[in-house]
Nanobody, 115 residues
Framework: QVQVVESGGGLVQAGGSLRLSCAASGTAFVINAMGWYRQAPGKQRELVATITNSGSTNYADSVRGRFTIARDNAKNTMYLQMTSLKPEDTAAYYC?????????WGQGTQVTVSS
């Protein structure tokens, strides 16, 4: 059973930085893609960034240039470096891992940006 665990959320002032981590375990197979979604209260879940096992990345327009996604394939771990944070970045951030034609989700980590 694949498990996905996020860490690194917290409270930060606007303009600050945070780094989220996401570790996938329980599989010996290649994790094809990993990514982050976020969901703010009263809003739909939205894509933040994705990365394939070859390193191709994709970002939402709202975070491009401020957030950087990276992964360590040997550790099945992914990172999201967030800089120049804004209050509108406040949300629960969810990590996913895609392998064996299935999506596995983490439990989420809260990011709160104060103005």
């Amino acid at each position: 059973q694949v498990q996905v665990v996020e860490s690194g959320g917290g409270l930060v002032q606007a303009g600050g930085s945070l780094r989220l981590s996401c570790a996938a375990s329980g599989t010996a197979f290649v994790i094809n893609a990993m990514g982050w979604y976020r969901q703010a209260p009263g809003k739909q879940r939205e894509l933040v960034a994705t990365i394939t096992n070859s390193g191709s990345t994709n970002y939402a327009d709202s975070v491009r240039g401020r957030f950087t996604i990276a992964r360590d394939n040997a550790k099945n771990t992914m990172y999201l470096q967030m800089t120049s944070l804004k209050p509108e970045d406040t949300a629960a951030y969810y990590c996913y891992a895609f392998t064996l034609n299935r999506l596995y989700w983490g439990q989420g980590t809260q990011v709160t940006v104060s103005s």
